[in-house]
């Protein structure tokens, strides 16, 4: 039983990695209608940044912030810079964008920081969390700053302006406009938000997956997975789709036999197919029903 | 509304404005490339054959996505893990079964038929993103598939399998790179011919109507379930015959050559050589070889992100790759006939 405990509590502590990941993805989804393959590698770059200000001295929480910052601003630049002029392109187009970045980002990565594998610190530490041998402080510390994330989240998108504009201009874009949103901005919005939501998620992991150019690939894999079963147009589901993944990972990983570490990949890949042949709008997505 | 599709209804247009002799062009460059590639071996040095045949492999595996997303409208980022069951499955046969190489190809075709046309059934239910989505986690779990324990006795795990490099039959007198040059060309050829004519074929044109609209195909009686899935099936069979004349070119299959990597190359190769447009995979094909081994000249890590910056350039400037390039030039040629 205390196996089991254990199990699910470490899952919930990546589950959170994972939901801020599929956080991330579902917000540019509702913003563009597209899938940010380079989601992951957004992140790595930004936890990267946050990494060298703390080589040049400045304190974890300091880093942390300035790190922040400078991602919302990346996410717009990019945004404006590369994929507004993609907006009306084909699906096709947007995908090979997507792609490219990815390469672009990664690659550069490897020529600024190179790619042997780098400690990364925790500001949480890693002894057992309130003298119980379940979880480490970190873990705990992973959990607790996703929440304060989800609820800063949930009032913005509830209680402000802004966030109601947003969430305007995501479902209703024609209408959103006529009552005098300036939409395109809430989109770059959104990637901004998306890019500082996805490093928040690189730095948690980086202390447990280690720092390098390729240490994303695998979040990004469960985060999409977490999506897709919470629904991409569902950023709750997301959310709920990230925790119940990583659960999902970690007692797949202990109980059911020949399945180790070597198999999580293709477990998410199981898990994505399957809900999409299932159940294709997720747990909380809404049906899109398409006119004719 | 996909790329495919615009490409084609530009095709078609340009098609018109040419006028007939110029078509003539289209044959004449063909033959042209095929002298080419047939004399070329015998002027070369063994590296540069190698590289000649890497040409063709790629060519054939962005050949086989164009049919899949320039033919039926299907995307894919998975086509690495074709790749990869084709050569697993020729290195398998030709050192625990000791199969000659020739007749692992088919077997290769088939074995990834079956593969192609399974994945294509929940495929089915997806498109657009979605596709794209599940075919990337194929693509990404593929390496560590291949790693799995209890497959190990027959994949060699993750170091792989070393496949010995057939010597030219019938005491021809050539190298083993060229007998295999001349081997691939001749299997390339072959089924680009078949690929030409299974796009013209009633096949083919189901293809193209579920790909411009899939509610129209299948009120005019096309089985859109059946030529999803087969289109899936046959890109799969073909890439993965590229996958398996790729493991006897490079004498070694790894698990980990067959990364997402591969995958993002052969679409970038077909976004460069112009979706929907087959005489383009060859140029795709050579982009995805020559430009990354000139940026890792530069610096080491810098392929990729030439790599991506050219793909942005592409996206941008000449959306239809090299296939608008072409029609261009087509165009000027005709241009100048009149004068």
Redesign the interface.
Known sequence: MELFTNQVLAGIATGAIYACMALAVVMIYQAI???N?AQGEMAMFSTFISWQLMQWGIPYWAAFVITLALSFVGGIAIERI?FK??AK?????N???F??????????A??IW??TIKQYPTPFGSSPFLGSQLISTHQAGMIGVTVLLLLGLYFFFQYTKIGLAMRAAASVPESARLVGINTSWMIALGWGMATAIGSIAGMLIAPVVFLEPNMM??VL?YG??AA?LGGLTSPFGAVVGGFLVGVFENLAGTYIP?VGN?????I??AL??SV??VK?AGLFGRHIVKR? | ??????VVAEGHQAVEAVPKRAMTLGTGTSLVVLAALIIMPVFVKNFIIFQMTMLLIYGLAVLALNIL?GGSGQ?S?GQSAFYAVGAYTTAVLMEHFNVNYALTLPVAGVVCFAFGFLFGQ?AL??S???L???T???A??MP??L????LEHWTGGVQGLVVTKPDAPFGLPMSQDMWLYYFSLAVVLAIYIFSVNLLRSRSGRAFMAIRDNE?AASAMGVDVALYKTLAFGVSAAITGIAGSLGAIAVQFVAPDSYT?TLA?SL??GM?VGG?GWLPGSIVGAAFIIFVPNMAEGI?K?????V???L??L???LV?HGARQIAILGQQLVGRLRKN
């Open positions: 209608d597209h899938l393959f590369l002029p993609l392109a084909p699906v096709l187009t995908v090979a964008g792609i490219a970045l990815f390469a672009i980002i990664n690659s550069s490897g020529l190179d790619f690939g695998g894999i999409f997975a897709v020949g070597e198999l999580k990949l293709p998410a890949l994505i197919i999409l042949v294709p004719v | 509304m996909s790329a495919a599709e615009e997303t995307f980022l929940p239910r997806l657009g993103v979605y794209a989505l599940a990337f986690a194929l990404t779990a560590q598939l790693k799995l324990n209890f509610i997402i993002i679409f970038l976004v979706v610096s890590g810098l392929s990729g992100a790599f991506g910056v793909l942005f592409v996206i941008y959306p």
